[in-house]
């Protein structure tokens, strides 16, 4: 897992790129601790109303799939509220892996 490194306000943030091993043990808890109340509202209710329909199967699905996409789902949320690459690496690293357009 490689880090990126995004900085806004002369504030730097350091986040990783791929999958989510944090996501894939602590579920919507990441997302709790990162401030992304909005995606563990999601990850949360999901979890719990797929597993109610499916005895728990659909929720670990969804546990799964969560760790590969939400470290893509949380840059591009900070690089919408204005957190940018702080070098030209970081910004070829987010574009190798179409998170920003080339």
């Given at each position: 897992m490689v880090c990126v490194i995004l900085e806004k306000n002369g504030i730097r943030k350091e986040v990783k790129v791929g999958f989510s091993w944090t996501t894939f043990f602590f579920g919507f808890f990441v997302p709790l601790f990162r401030g992304d109340l909005k995606w563990a509202a999601i990850m949360f209710f999901?979890?719990?109303?797929?597993?109610?329909?499916?005895?728990?199967?659909?929720?670990?699905?969804?546990?799964?799939?969560?760790?590969?996409?939400?470290?893509?789902?949380?840059?591009?949320?900070?690089?919408?509220?204005?957190?940018?690459?702080?070098?030209?690496?970081?910004?070829?690293l987010l574009e190798d892996n179409n998170i920003i357009g080339k």
């Open positions: 999901g979890a719990i109303l797929l597993g109610i329909a499916t005895a728990g199967i659909g929720g670990a699905v969804l546990g799964i799939v969560m760790s590969f996409v939400y470290n893509k789902i949380y840059i591009k949320e900070l690089i919408a509220k204005g957190w940018n690459p702080a070098g030209k690496r970081d910004r070829l």
